[in-house]
């Protein structure tokens, strides 16, 4: 065996620091060393060619119920974008007609219902609030959730805040709305509404591609 052969099988599977002298391995023998080595400030990372990484949430804001609904039903009227003092949204795009609400881009949407209930002259009651949800623009609809609240004695005091949340798999702009109601409330009752703080509102955050 020559002594070359000897050395390198000396090495077994790796080479040792120790087994390298000074100055024997330069950026001359090792092509593109010098363009591979890490010093200094590091370059900004360009992302555009990533794959398979999700950019995270990219929308989210807030509506609101500008008056008092004194009546069970669909809410179709009094709803307007949240634009309170210390508000943030994040790339809003949310957008209503007749009280049904139509999702700028497909994804995974998380819709969150805040309805505030007060009692009033229609004595003990009860409420639900509700999210309807629809896959062929409201031709016809069906609960993806409901809440439940009871209202009782003494009048004008709240009764309850009530908060409901569904993940919607939203994959048709056109044909996959949603829109909000009240059920089983008396007349004199209240679900709150204000144009000056957020009671009865409506929260929609984007979480994602589907």
Avoid: C, H
Wanted: hydrophobic share 35%; charged share 20%.
């Amino acid at each position: 065996m020559s002594s070359r052969a000897r050395t390198l099988a000396n090495f077994g599977d790796g080479i040792a620091t120790a087994d390298i002298g000074d100055g024997q391995v330069t950026d001359a023998k090792i092509d593109g060393m010098s363009s591979s080595k890490l010093s200094g400030a590091l370059p900004a990372i360009d992302g555009s060619a990533l794959t398979g990484v999700g950019g995270g949430i990219t929308r989210a804001e807030m509506w609101i119920l500008t008056t008092n609904k004194t009546s069970a039903g669909s809410l179709t009227a009094n709803l307007a974008q949240e634009s309170g003092d210390g508000y943030g949204g994040i790339n809003a795009g949310m957008s209503e007609s007749s009280g049904i609400f139509t999702f700028p881009e497909t994804g995974y949407w998380l819709v969150r219902y805040t309805a505030v209930f007060e009692e009033g002259s229609g004595g003990d009651d009860q409420a639900r609030p509700g999210i309807l949800f629809s896959s062929d623009n409201f031709s016809s609809e069906s609960y993806a959730t409901r809440g439940f609240v009871g209202l009782t004695d003494p009048p004008n005091e709240f009764a309850q805040t009530e908060n409901i949340e569904f993940i919607f798999d939203i994959t048709d702009t056109t044909n996959q709305k949603i829109k909000f109601d009240v059920g089983e409330m008396n007349s004199g009752n209240r679900l709150l509404g204000s144009t000056n703080q957020k009671l009865t509102g409506f929260t929609f955050i984007r979480l994602g591609d589907t």
